[in-house]
Nanobody
Framework: VQLQASGGGLVRAGGSLRLSCAVS????????IDWFRQAPGKEREFVGG????????YYADSVQGRFTISRENAENTVYLQMNSLKPDDTAVYYC????????????WGQGTQVTVSS
């Protein structure tokens, strides 16, 4: 299994970006696919996620109402639509898959940089 995150960039506060996480390989072990972020000097932070089968979504309070996770039908690509971006959203964003067998995040993408200027 491989995850490829992309779509990061530089945007002004109030702007939008859409990140993609392309998944390749067998997905039968997937429980959820989640997004995390890590800002310089800070701990990695949970952003939001989606159950792989039911496509139920859930979000951290800090992004609720601004970020949306989606997955196109028949595609193994998950999107993180980020609106009303703030400078505090600046971070490297990662997608990760939680295994339904181990309960741990066994697969990680390489990260994509998001920078929000004030």
């Amino acid at each position: 299994v491989q995850l490829q995150a992309s779509g990061g960039g530089l945007v002004r506060a109030g702007g939008s970006l859409r990140l993609s996480c392309a998944v390749s390989g067998r997905t039968f072990s997937f429980n959820t696919i989640d997004w995390f972020r890590q800002a310089p000097g800070k701990e990695r932070e949970f952003v939001g996620g989606m159950t792989w089968i039911g496509r139920s979504t859930y979000y951290a309070d800090s992004v609720q109402g601004r970020f949306t996770i989606s997955r196109e039908n028949a595609e193994n690509t998950v999107y993180l639509q980020m609106n009303s971006l703030k400078p505090d959203d600046t971070a490297v964003y990662y997608c990760a898959v939680k295994s339904r067998f181990t309960g741990t995040f066994d697969y990680w993408g390489q990260g994509t940089q998001v920078t929000v200027s004030s």
